[in-house]
DNA sequence: TGGGAGCGTGCAGCGCTTGCACACGTTCTC
DNA sequence: GAGAACGTGTGCAAGCGCTGCACGCTCCCA
């Protein structure tokens, strides 16, 4: 039967996966009559197709996915890049890019940008040559202060397709999936406002994130329209990550303030922590609204209301969007798919 | 000049990646002298290389990774398959395998089980079948109870190295990643114990983790050697994922009990919020202690004692040791890394 | 006896690497 | 000054595993 190659140095014996030509070796004929047989093709008489069937599934024959990418020049993989991975929104939206590809047999290659540009950049280099046949990503932070997506549009000009998520840029052409971040923002204002909230701040990031842009647009919206003053003192810009309070205790001791949109659940979490510890009752005194759904709000004290994001459907649409292109010849005709953005009612706001 | 092939539909100019072919061509030398020039071998002349790296250069040019991988037999990807991914401990174990891997040249494919055995064992063998070098994954929850590690042990048989992490079984051989549970947990009660508590319950896990049965051991040796009773009906199993609170509250208004051990994140924060609602003080009164380091530990009020399990190390570890042997021939000897835990101390322990 | 079926083979090629052969020019030797 | 010996630069071909086209062969029937 077979004759395993077994290198001399190993301990207990390899059954390494056969291959097409090993077994038309052992059956005396040809290469290209295995792959036919195995493909069940009309071209094969049903005796030679049972015979090296039957040989195929004894030794666990499974056709070697690198030869097929390359012969096919479709590697049925997928590039996810985002910008963090221990973060529960992207984890979500993940999960739903994962699920869907799988049921449409695409497996996931994932590059976390760490929100830098150069790390971005290079995970786009590396999987682009070949490893991927498209690409589902989010703008790293540098990416969208430096605003260059050279490396985006290099991309596109090979015929890749990418679909860009959450943190997207019109400077690149391609299909989008977003959130209508401004109008939920403003739903929420308004719903604040409809408790009897007057004072209403913004607990927003540094930078230039389109989602905080968006979520700051909404709320100043929000407030106009609902006939009250704009008044940037009660906007607080946050730095993403830093573990300094001062400032958050700050703002809320020296501002009047009844009611807080958070842009992130963290930024709401910690500040209704300092609330609390001044002495503010959530949510009689103060209310509070952030964003993502996640653990967090769900088992914070006070329950925080929250606006859901959706991930796993926004995941889902990218990669719905993306693997649609790559099986179609779409020619341009990007889509921008809006995921609609619901709030949760839970024990930081007045009901 | 290089003569790009524009499929007639195409709207845009696509500028496709450049092969050594067309180089060849352009610059009429053969495939295999740009190939060499490229690698700057000293068969080939200086004007020459100096012509083809210019002209490469200029077009962009990558190797293309598909191809390498097929002749090398090296694909320069692991896979990983966990569980869950919107899960703190893993997000973070997994960051860990993506930066080191990262650094060692290698790109990571991520599929996750859901913690179905079926899905377990149908993403292996897709990627099994040449698309990574070898695999990083904890196992199933239905895998270890079904106790079947016949896919595992058959990818072994292959040659594809592997290494568990956290979730292992004795019944693979293989590296292994894991975390001294049973010690951490001995510590974990130890402590309590020396701060006066007696009465100390363990909520675990229903069904058949090797690390919850590890923690339940160190929770009942650290009993037993400080001369306490264990005491059968203080240990309460839940099932994974519920959101049915009575069993929870039933246990805690039927014992008499001042110190709770639990085996996640997620269950100490739920006990101890059913815990204050039963109107009683957290941690004069009853004291907690969690797994897991995750956001929601540092955030819950009070702020919860637990036990850091250091994914980011586990993870970076776990890819060291499937790299090393990736790369060199190991031959068996295969290792078990423990991982050290810490208790980190807030305000759900008393001081 | 020409031409389908019916079955099967061979070759080329996907993009890349690499050992070896070969062509050519220079230098050496008698 | 002719032939051997050598060095330099380049190309050929095989091969990684697989597919698909273009054929070839053998029957058999009209």
């Known amino acids: 039967m077979l004759l395993f190659v077994i290198p001399p140095n190993t301990i207990f014996q390899l059954k390494k996966r056969v291959t097409l030509k090993q077994i038309a070796k052992e059956l005396e004929v040809s290469v290209s009559t295995v792959s036919k047989a195995l493909k ?4 094969i008489s049903k005796d030679t197709k049972e015979k090296i069937q039957a040989f195929a599934k004894l030794y666990n024959y499974r056709p070697n996915n690198i ?5 096919n020049k479709k590697t049925k993989n997928i590039g996810v890049i ?14 739903g890019i994962e699920h869907y590809a799988g049921e449409r047999g695409y497996n996931v290659m994932i590059c976390v ?3 830098s540009f150069e790390k971005e950049v290079l995970n786009m280099e590396l ?10 990503m989010s703008l790293s932070a540098e990416t969208q202060e430096k605003n260059d997506y050279t490396h985006l549009n290099e991309v596109l000009e090979q015929g890749i397709p990418l679909v860009l998520f959450d943190r997207v840029s019109d400077e690149v052409l391609c299909d989008k999936v977003i959130l209508n971040d401004a109008e939920i923002a403003y739903e929420a204002v308004e719903y604040m406002i409809q408790t009897g909230k007057r004072n209403i701040a913004l607990i927003t990031t540094e930078g230039y994130f389109n989602v905080s ?11 106009q329209k609902n006939g009250l003053d704009y ?17 958050i205790w700050n703002f809320f001791e ?3 303030i009844d009611a807080v949109l958070c842009v992130n659940e963290i930024f709401a979490i910690k500040c209704m922590d300092v609330v609390q510890r001044q002495g503010k009752k959530v949510p009689e005194d103060i209310s509070f609204i952030g964003f993502t759904n996640g653990i967090l709000s769900r088992y914070s004290t006070p329950r925080l209301s929250t606006v859901a994001q959706h991930g796993e459907l926004m995941g889902e649409t990218a990669a719905k969007l993306l693997i649609d292109r790559i099986e179609n010849d779409l020619e341009g005709n990007y889509k921008t798919e809006v995921i609609s953005a619901t709030l949760i009612h839970r024990e930081s706001t007045i009901n």
């Open 40 to 43: 069940n093709s009309e071209e």
């Open 67 to 71: 030869a097929l990418s390359l012969k």
């Open 82 to 95: 985002i910008p963090d991975i221990v973060h529960h929104f992207f984890t979500t939206v993940f999960r």
């Open 113 to 115: 940008s760490d929100e």
């Open 127 to 136: 999987l682009a040559n070949g490893s991927i046949d498209g690409f589902i």
């Open 213 to 223: 842009f968006d979520r700051a647009k909404g709320y100043q919206t929000a407030i």
């Open 231 to 247: 008044n940037g003192a009660l906007v607080l810009s946050l730095p993403y990550k830093s573990e300094d309070e001062s400032p």
């Open 254 to 256: 020296n501002n009047e």
